[in-house]
């Protein structure tokens, strides 16, 4: 059994000298305190459970660390990551996914003999309980790097605190400051740009109206410039709505999305896989996903789970976003990895194979790389920041692109990606849909490359 410290809502993971391989603990999704020592796993709400285990793989889980089956015991590096968690919206699979890859990196060998220990804070978008929270990070658990952060209102909350301390944070994030700041740099898109790719993907199939709509939560306006950008270049009317999570009467929900698109038209939605599919199998059971042209999704909704929930009727008339390399058709090393240390310690990813936890998994990877190139083997915010933010051109076996950080005003470091569809249960690439750029019709994309040109393809990318 694992050992955390717990204080409040968080996880702290560390691997000590009775670390045994098993089972990922984390804390609750409860802010209240709490002195228990050990913790029972984080529930996240972003997924569903699913059954399917992930594909057999010849790569060990000893191949995350440099020194296989030596547990780290040296003086840990702390760590810390800040999270949704709450009803309707939870990126909890996120960070459960980096604590598995961290301590799977304990578990063989650590940062040259240290141990990876792991604070996570779960938040409820509320501005004063995530500025607590990072000043916990940093002033009680004393942090060295943020890495895994994902959150709806974090990067705006805390990117000035960020910046005034000297960390350079690897999230996944939502707000725009996560992709409009120097000091937050994500392996995802969030949810704009990977909006922007699942409305040019659907421009593509020539719909004559598209209606997009998103979970009612901060950040709507912002999100939906984006889209409304692409439509607009291609002279295609698109329609905005917002819909309050969780979703209380999915069958109104459908049935005005498909009276507003109209046959030749597109349904694309901006949601958690739980809310999106209560959409979609409203739409089903009342027999009207016919009725428009096809429907769509940004990147939560790559996941196997929500294939196989909705089945064959929407083979090939569902295209999603894909931030991430699509898990059922890639078997790089880097794939074999992820899915090898989900089988081991990824106990607390409740949502499975998927986006969210492909994301913590490349979050904790590139934390890893940068930790392995401090040669002096002294491991401080001034070190591990610097370290973060020197990655460049990183081969992270998950992305359609290298991945750099890099001193730039803004980031936005994924901007090229996969469209996937659903097929016999599993997301597979959907035609034309491999690694395309994202359209510098948005502005923000333009601005970023302009800053850091377009990055070279990932070499072990599909």
Known sequence: MIRFEHRRSRLAVAALAAVALGVLAGCSSSSSSSSSTTTTPTTSTSTPSTSASPTSTAVATSACGTNPGVVATGTPIPLGAIVTDQSGTSFTDITNMAAAYFTCV???GGI???PIKYYIETEQSNATQIASEAKQLVQTDHVVGIVGSSSIIECSVDSSYWKSLGYYVIAAGIAPECYATPNYADVNMGPRYSSDGAVQYALTLHPDKIVFDQSNVPGTT????GPNALAKAAGV???DDTTNVPISDADSVAINLVDQAGKDGAVILNFTPPDALVILQAAQKLNIEGNVKFWGCSTPCNTDFLAQSLGAKWDGKFFVNAE????????TPAMNLYKAIYAQYGKAVSGGIGAFSEMGFTEAELGVDALRSITSGVYTVATVNAAIKALKNVDTGMLCQAWTYGDYSTHIANNEDY???????KMVI???GGCTL???????IASYRAQAGTAALDPTSS
């Open 430 to 432: 959907a035609p034309n």
């Open 222 to 225: 912002y999100i939906e410039d």
């Open 438 to 444: 994202i359209s510098a019709v948005d502005p923000n």
């Open 324 to 331: 991430l390399a699509p898990p059922d058709v890639e078997t």
């Open 237 to 239: 009317p698109i329609t």
């Open 419 to 425: 469209t996937v569809t659903p097929d016999n249960g």
């Open 106 to 108: 304990n578990d063989n």
């Open 112 to 114: 040259n003999g240290h």
